[in-house]
């Protein structure tokens, strides 16, 4: 469902990932509750930031990403029963190849 | 009744709509009383936000848009007995295709 | 009175409209207590606003306008027993036709 | 004793106005006490203000014209038991003609 | 003692005056405590402000001044059991001539 | 595991030095909990940081130097059940050769 | 030790003077605990402040002068047992010749 979302300027849909998740990688993350997961799924990334200047830029972030989630920010939505998070591309700590 | 108002700058009228809304793409979301509904229907838009030096870009959004809400931010008015809620451009997550 | 008062910058004089007020539009407003009214009409407007690198721009709005009144900002002045309430422009949410 | 003062950048020293001043437009306050007095007298100017480029710009005001003051901001100083506020010229919400 | 003070950027080195000062204008200030004094005298000023494109600009203020303090930002320093106050330049009210 | 994380933009992955760590110049440092250890390595470093204008600047760190930590800001996260810790390039105090 | 350090972009690293130092002009400080000490000695300097621009400009001090400390900002960070304050050089209030 998240397909449906276009995320405005530079921002990012997350779906937080399980703790046990072996990424591309194999690592595998400590056992937390939902609320401090730090690793997510880039569902859907946004059209691009946009400078005081009216300028943009690209996206840093890609469909499909293995990302590090910061402790605050992102805002949560309910869509057909799943749960997504928001969050700026910049407020992403980084990507876990 | 929205039709009447011009939001200033890039602010837009939004309607928030019932959470058994089936949109286009046939999202169906889940109950909630109407301070946390997230989803709503873009009613007006303004004529463009303007930067630090003046100059002026197009808005974001078009009427007729389904949008995500954030959880803060908007404003809520009161015409002719129907709730609207008023946002920045800026502030919207994203679009429901 | 309020045609004495010449706006400093971009900063408009409002005078609070009535709750049962009908627009040009035949808006009807749900009544409410004067702290909490929406809608005003602009008296006088200032000379323009300036920006950070000391241009100016024209003003947003024109005396004679109703329009849509944030929560919060406007500073309430007392002249001649009338009272008027002072905003920036860039404060107002919208334009009611 | 106000003339010995010389604001700094675009700073403004103001005397506060009683009451019951008759303003060249004929304009009767309301009675209020000296720390809600909204109406004030420009009595020196300052040089000018500086943008963050460096360049500068006229000041708004002029020694000698009635203007309505902001709730907050002036500073109040005494010199020669007279007490003399100062504002900043962008804090002053405008001019009474 | 002051005069081996050499302020960085556009700080000043301010010794507060006694209440009962006749300034060259004649001005005779209110009595009060240090804490509260208004009225200081220049002692030394810094090489000039930066902006935030890195040029840099003259200072406002030259030894030998006596200025209107504001309530707030002074920093006070003791250097060899006497006091001196240190500000930015772009804090200090006027100059009292 | 650290090497699969890619700091987003001017961030840094840390690992904190145990206290007793001889860096390269023989520094021992005081004995302190893991929340107050003020060393680290740099493991991993992003692709530069972003300017207001849309231009980029290169990393000020790199992988493998020993660095001064800031009391606050870090970001800590938990991968494989090894702590690390991300900041952004400008909160770093210095780098200990 | 402290010369292991390089402190990053504008930073300063300071070593707090005893109170009863002459310096050079011959200058006795107040007797102060460390906490208050406003007079230190610069080490070492980093390599330059960089604007918004991403322009980078010279240091404000050199290694070996004598410097009055604001009452705030310096973090403390303890090397070999020896105590040292990093502060931003624009934080520093001036030089002591």
């Known amino acids: 469902m998240a397909s449906r979302i276009v995320p405005l ?3 990012v849909v997350i779906r937080k990932l399980e703790s046990q998740l072996k990424s591309a990688g194999g690592i595998i993350l400590r056992e937390k509750d939902d609320k401090d997961l730090q690793i997510g799924q880039v569902m859907k990334v946004g059209t ?5 200047n009216g300028k943009t830029r690209d ?3 890609k469909p499909g990403q293995n990302v590090l989630l910061p402790a605050y920010f992102g805002q949560e939505i309910q869509i057909d ?3 997504f998070y928001i969050y700026k591309d910049t407020e992403i700590l980084g990507v876990l190849e």
Chains 1, 2, 3, 4, 5, 6, 7 share one sequence.
Do not use: S, Y
């Open 59 to 61: 996206m840093l972030l």
């Open 48 to 52: 691009g930031a946009m400078f005081d």
């Open 81 to 83: 029963n799943e749960k």
């Open 9 to 11: 300027l530079n921002r």
